[in-house]
């Protein structure tokens, strides 16, 4: 039996009480991209959010191009939104759609509203029209176009369509009401005239519908049961209602389809704004729309996020009627708890200093047994290659450290991970100071990391051998934004933090991890989770995207 104690968010319950009531016997949802630019994490919310409540209720997701606005529009982002719902997990079978399949049906039924005495063509421009809408507190004024006949706006309309008009100079109105309290209401424009190319029907238009009327008709002919938006569409429900109503797809607002609204997703100092973040790219500060310092679905992707990490931080966030932040470190805790226990954890060295072990023999490589992931043994065994010269980190070495310092530094005991105990006698320098080598003698009873006699050394740190290892690149991303600062500046433009990559070109890593392929993450031991980047690896020559550090202040509300 179904637990009934089972917390239901609020488009649940309204599905649920729909279906109970006959209201509709499947319920169909859909995600309607508009292909102007690359999703982004916020839109992850809507896609699992629709195909999740289709596949809970048994019922269809449908995905669907709202491509009536060929300004802006290129085939580049509808491919780039496919690859994204895909790889989000969203299966949308054979229900792929776009709104310009069915501009026709939309012409008929802009034509079936004038034939109702319910659409009107207006002459008058776009500024003309704002002026006559009115404000919050005064009614708009009656259009003049308003009291033309019937049969003079179908003319009209008919030749709108067959191009014999300019752009601008005509548009089709509804005619609802002018002193509605809602401006949406106030005769909304249904059609405008644009002599532009479509990515999709060519020229065969020169009229494009408004997408609050595309829309519902879009919904009603897909037989769309709930038709989930955000809360910015509120306002636009009166006329998505209105629209569906007057063509005779339903008979009640609270028939289908139906309009709801929930919050968007707000992650804190971030950018997803698609005219800054195509700024971004013109401006070369960011290497493309997947650029792994942004935070579109491409970008999250090629930095080494999961489709399931994206799906736990959704799920986290919930859904609600109040729009608020979540931290970007929530993100961060999703992709790390999604990693830690299905990644190898491997040694690279990101700021290497050579050691020589002096008593080691000379040209000899023993082979060490490493636990792949000792949190979970079933990941296996894997063998690393140890030698007399090794590398480690430069931050694991202080000639003259403080009080609390259990890393490398002359006389003091240190374990080599899965290796032996060292101790280091000294080290050289080059004539600014730098340490150039550092030397050690090891202890050869203590193969695997543990001394026969007990003894126990406080400080384990990684290696990579320096005969086996190889060179890499290894970039650290940080937040694009100043966090101190905000998003903005005053006037308007974004505040970056000049320190949001950095590129390590002389990282050393076990051998194994030159094998890498794109969009393949380990963890490095210490060091974080990184990802072999998708666009400028080659075979034997991966680079490496950091993904995420190892820890973080965040921790989920108990």
């Known amino acids: 039996m179904e637990n009934e104690s089972v917390s239901r968010n609020f488009i649940e319950q309204i599905i649920e009480k729909d279906l109970a009531e006959g209201r509709c016997e499947a319920v169909k949802t859909r995600f309607p991209p508009e292909p102007n630019g690359y999703l982004h994490i916020g839109h992850a919310k809507s896609i699992l959010l629709n195909y999740g409540l289709a596949k809970k209720y048994g019922g269809e997701f449908h995905f669907r191009f709202d491509d009536t606005n060929p300004t802006k529009e290129k085939t580049e982002f509808v491919e780039s939104i496919k690859d994204d719902v895909r790889w989000l997990g969203a299966d949308w079978g054979d229900n792929l759609f776009y709104a310009s399949d069915y501009f026709d049906r939309m012409y008929e039924a802009a034509v079936t509203l004038i034939k109702k005495g319910k659409a009107y063509v ?45 752009d601008g100079s005509k548009v089709l109105r509804a005619r609802i009401d002018m002193s509605s309290s809602n401006i949406n209401m106030r005769d909304p424009v249904l059609y405008r005239v644009a002599h532009l190319t479509h990515h999709n029907t060519g020229d065969k238009w020169c009229i494009y519908p408004m997408y609050d009327f595309a829309h519902p008709i879009e919904d ?9 938006c955000t809360l910015e569409f509120e306002d636009h429900r009166p006329l998505y209602d209105w629209v569906v109503t007057e063509l005779g797809y339903r008979n009640s607002t609270e028939g289908t389809p139906k309009q709801i609204e929930f ?9 997803t704004g698609k005219r800054y973040i195509k700024k971004l790219v013109e401006e070369k500060i960011v290497d493309g729309w997947d650029d792994p310092r942004l935070v579109s679905i491409a970008a999250l992707r090629r930095r080494g996020y999961t489709p399931e990490s994206i799906q736990n931080f959704v799920e986290l966030c919930g859904v609600s009627k109040a729009n608020s932040s979540v931290d970007y470190a929530m993100l961060e805790y999703c992709i790390r708890e999604d990693l830690k226990l299905k990644r190898k954890r491997m040694m690279a060295v990101l700021d290497p200093v050579r050691v020589v072990i002096d008593n080691y023999p000379a040209g000899q490589t023993e082979q060490l047994t490493v636990d792949n992931n000792l949190e979970n043994p079933e990941m296996g065994q894997r063998q690393v290659p140890f ?34 105990f060292v101790t280091c006698t000294g080290c050289e320098k080059d004539e600014n100071g730098k340490v150039t080598v550092i ?46 600062l905000g998003v903005y500046n005053e006037d308007g433009s974004l505040n970056l933090n000049p320190d949001s990559l950095t590129v390590l070109t002389d990282c050393v890593v076990e051998p194994e991890l030159l094998e890498a392929k794109a969009y393949e993450s380990f963890q490095f031991v210490r060091k974080g989770f990184f990802c072999a980047d998708c666009k400028d690896s080659m075979p034997g020559q991966p680079v490496f995207n950091r993904i995420v550090s190892m820890k973080s202040s965040f921790r989920l509300p108990v």
């Open 387 to 420: 030698t007399r010269e090794l590398y480690i980190e430069r931050e694991d070495f202080m000639e003259e450290p403080p009080k609390k310092y259990f890393r490398m530094f002359p006389g003091n005991e240190v374990r080599l991970m899965n290796a032996y």
């Open 263 to 271: 919050a968007k997703l707000y992650l804190t100092n971030v950018v």
């Open 439 to 484: 030397h050690c003698t090891y202890d050869p009873e203590s193969r695997g990391g543990n001394s026969p006699d007990g003894r126990k050394v406080k400080g384990t740190i990684h290696w990579v051998s320096a005969e086996h290892g190889k060179k890499v690149t290894v970039r650290l991303y940080e937040n694009l934004i100043n966090e101190e």
């Open 122 to 166: 207006s002459d008058l421009s776009a500024e003309e029209i704002r002026k006559y809408r009115g404000t919050l507190t005064e009614p708009g004024e009656k259009d003049p176009g308003a009291d033309r006949s019937v049969e003079e706006n179908l003319l009209l309309f008919a030749a709108m369509k067959n191009g014999e008009f300019e």
């Open 220 to 228: 009603a002919i897909e037989g769309i049961t709930h038709s989930i």
